[in-house]
Nanobody
Framework: VQLQASGGGSVQPGSSLRLACTGSGYTFSHYSVAWFRQAPGKEREFVAVISGSGLGKDYSGSVRGRFALSRDNRKSTVFLQMNNLKPEDTATYYC?????????????????WGQGTLVTVSS
């Protein structure tokens, strides 16, 4: 099982980015996929999660209303659309997969992790 995160970059406050997490080596639609982020000097924190079917979603309070998850199981990819980005969104973003297909905010629930993609929001 492998996960590949992509789409990070350096943008100004108020801008948008779309991150992608592509899986391989397993039946993608059977797994929930979550995004976590970690800023320098801070602990890893939950951002959002989507169930294998795409019907179940959850977001952290800090991104709800600004970020949106979707998935295309035919392409084995989950997308995190990030709008109205703020400097406090600056972090390395990691995607993770849970073969139990739970919708959980706890990193210990996730079995497989991608390598991370850096998002920098600065004027």
């Amino acid at each position: 099982v492998q996960l590949q995160a992509s789409g990070g970059g350096s943008v100004q406050p108020g801008s948008s980015l779309r991150l992608a997490c592509t899986g391989s080596g397993y039946t993608f639609s059977h797994y929930s996929v979550a995004w976590f982020r970690q800023a320098p000097g801070k602990e890893r924190e939950f951002v959002a999660v989507i169930s294998g079917s795409g019907l179940g979603k959850d977001y952290s309070g800090s991104v709800r209303g600004r970020f949106a998850l979707s998935r295309d199981n035919r392409k084995s990819t989950v997308f995190l659309q990030m709008n109205n980005l703020k400097p406090e969104d600056t972090a390395t973003y990691y995607c993770a997969a849970d073969f139990r297909d739970t919708v959980s905010a706890h990193p210990s629930q996730y079995d497989y992790w991608g390598q991370g993609t850096l998002v920098t929001v600065s004027s």
